[in-house]
């Protein structure tokens, strides 16, 4: 099993939808990461996260340290949202990260 | 600011040739990774180097050899590159700290026929 689990693999949405995506964990970590990856691109961090939640714009990160589980969420989606989003966690003890596979996001206009 | 810059972008090898992938920062971070990622799977990591000077073996070290030159540069070398190496490869950059976070390069798309 993965440490690091997300779903739904692939999501497709309407412009102007609300998103959420997730990621699961099965180790003690430090801090968990959210990032971007647009198609053909480069890899973005979006979010930080060790507790509690973080916004930024229409993305909102939430993080349950005692669940082990993550949560990412699009407010009023909008086509240029469509991506890769990429969870990754940094174990305790460890200045690794794991990754999940991704969630592909596609939000048609 | 560049952050981090890698070259080759693209690339195309035949089996058994050599090439470095090249990465370079600008942020005094410390820490630098190189990944590759495959269709299907998630970013897995081949070497890191927590500081100048050092260099650690990842998940996926085999075929790979790394450089660390100096705090700003990290290069991933193929010494006889196979088609099972064929991928999108990233550099990245941290400082050694636990709430900070990474900052990737644009990627380098190998392919090895």
């Known amino acids: 099993k993965n440490e690091v689990e997300q779903s739904p693999q692939n999501l497709t949405a309407q412009e102007g939808e609300f998103i959420t995506i997730n990621c699961s964990y099965s180790?003690?970590?430090?801090?968990l990461h959210w990032l971007q990856q647009h198609p053909g691109g480069g890899i973005v961090s979006l979010f930080m996260?060790?507790?509690g939640k973080k916004k930024h714009g229409r993305l909102i990160a939430t993080i349950n340290i005692q669940e082990k589980h993550s949560s990412l969420h699009i407010t009023a989606s909008h086509p240029r949202d469509s991506a890769v989003y990429i969870c990754?966690?940094?174990?305790?003890?460890?200045?690794?990260?794991?990754f999940g596979k991704g969630n592909q996001v596609v939000v048609i206009p | 600011n560049a952050g981090v810059t890698q070259t080759p972008k693209f690339q195309v090898l035949k089996t058994g040739q050599s090439m470095t992938l090249q990465c370079a920062q600008d942020m005094n971070h410390n820490s630098m990774y190189w990944y590759r990622q495959d269709p299907g799977m998630g970013l897995r990591l081949i070497y890191y180097s927590a500081s100048e000077g050092t260099t650690d073996k990842g998940e996926v070290p085999n075929g790979y050899n790394v450089s660390r030159l100096n705090k700003r540069e990290f290069s991933l070398r193929l010494e006889s590159a196979a088609p099972s190496q064929t991928s999108v490869y990233f550099c990245?950059?941290?400082?050694?700290?636990?709430?900070?976070?990474?900052?990737f390069g644009s990627g380098t798309r190998l392919t090895v026929v």
């Open positions: 180790v003690g970590i430090s801090a």
């Open positions: 990754a966690v940094r174990s305790q003890g460890n200045n690794r990260l794991a």
């Open positions: 990245a950059s941290s400082l050694n700290r636990v709430n900070y976070g990474y900052t």
């Open positions: 996260l060790s507790s």
